[in-house]
């Protein structure tokens, strides 16, 4: 009797307390259940009983007698007609429940993403997840399997391509825009939820209830073309960033050593192409209201636009004024100019005059 007794199981429990194991199969030895063997099952836990590869009956945290009332499956499986009065086999797993936290996530290879903004682009995407176990069946039917302690390490290398596989379709359903992720990974988590874990329960029996994404990137190029994008944007108006830039540069030594207004040939293209648009902005047809009388070219009047930009035709004399908005600069720097010797003049009573022949030698 002592012999028989040590070849039945009386007790069946899991007690091991560490922080990552998923299931765990009881150990029988070749032993077999005897009738009223005591089950106790902690919280969070969950034993599952397979029979020659079946599924067996579930049983919840709490101190189970094992009997014919108790567990029906089995005995539908085992075809106990009378109720079964003699000792049993079967495998028993215990599956952790509890929630597993920080569990890292991330694209081993760039997903393809068709993006409102970019097109198709591939992106990277990282973070953690947490996760329970809601259905012991399909969990140990597609993840665990067989396995005799299963870890939550395996459980990552397991789970970590597919977790990206349904990350990847979720954001596609999602279409948020790349540029837009940075600043929604919090929603973007929340939001992607409720279309993960459907699949993660129906095809795992997992359900995540934390889903973070830490980071979404680009190939580099891409971002180079963002930046671009970027400082585009930061610039505004092109024309007036033009206008300013050349402003800016006029009136500095040249790189070459020369010095004054015009010393390089950049600066002299510029310069007649924004004489050009000045006055194509400022002449006005005739007749009209409001138009600016017409200069003659002996003695165009101070301030006016010079009707040679958009005609093509040479004035004689310029005034000051007329000279340093075809140069696009200040009449004072034109006077300092005119001052120092370097653009030739000659003062008509209270105003310098200016002949384009000497203009022109000046910009030489």
Same mark, same amino acid.
């Given at each position: ?287 009209? #209201?409001? $138009? &600016?009388?017409? @200069?003659?070219?002996?003695?165009? *009047? !101070?301030? =006016? %636009?010079?009707? #040679?930009? $958009? &005609?093509?035709? @040479?004035?004689?004399?310029?005034? *000051? !004024?007329? =000279? %340093? ?14 001052? !120092? ?24």
């Amino acid at each position: 009797m002592n012999f028989i007794r040590k070849e039945l199981i009386e007790i069946i429990e899991f007690t091991d307390d560490s922080r990552d194991t998923l299931s765990w199969r009881f150990p029988d030895d070749d032993k077999e259940i005897k009738r009223g063997a005591q089950l106790i099952v902690r919280e969070s836990q969950v034993a599952q009983f397979v029979y020659l590869g079946a599924f067996g009956d579930t049983f919840g945290p709490g101190k189970h007698t094992l009997t014919t009332d108790n567990i029906p499956i089995l005995t539908t499986l085992k075809s106990w007609k009378y109720g079964f009065e003699s000792p049993f086999k079967a495998d028993i797993y215990f599956v952790t429940t509890r929630l597993f936290t920080g569990n890292k996530w991330g694209t081993s290879n760039p997903i393809m993403l068709r993006d409102e903004d970019l097109g198709v682009v591939r992106a990277r995407a990282f973070g953690i997840y947490d996760f329970k176990v809601v259905d012991p069946r399909m969990f140990l039917k597609e993840v665990a399997g067989t396995d005799h302690h299963f870890h939550l390490d395996e459980f990552a290398d397991t789970m970590r391509s597919r977790v990206v596989s349904v990350f990847s379709e979720a954001l596609a359903q999602s279409r948020v825009p790349v540029l837009d992720v940075a600043r929604r990974y919090s929603e973007l988590g929340g939001s992607l939820l409720p279309l993960i874990n459907p699949v993660m329960t129906a095809k795992y029996g997992i359900e995540i209830s934390s889903f973070i994404v830490e980071n979404v990137s680009v190939p580099p190029e891409v971002e180079q073309a963002i930046d671009k994008r970027s400082s585009m944007s930061a610039i505004g108006n092109l024309n007036d960033y033009v206008k300013f830039q050349m402003a800016q540069h006029i009136g500095q030594p040249a790189a070459g050593g020369g010095s004054g207004v015009g010393g390089m040939a950049s600066e002299l293209a510029i310069g007649l192409a924004m004489a050009k648009q000045f006055s194509d902005q400022f002449q006005q047809p005739s007749g009209a #209201a409001g $138009a &600016t009388p017409t @200069a003659t070219p002996g003695n165009p *009047p !101070a301030g =006016a %636009a010079p009707p #040679a930009a $958009a &005609t093509g035709q @040479a004035f004689d004399l310029l005034s *000051p !004024a007329q =000279a %340093a908005q075809l140069m696009g600069v200040s009449e004072a720097d034109v006077v300092a100019s005119i001052t !120092a010797g370097d653009l030739k003049a000659k003062k008509i009573g209270e105003t310098f005059r200016i002949s384009r022949a000497a203009l022109d030698e000046f910009l030489k």
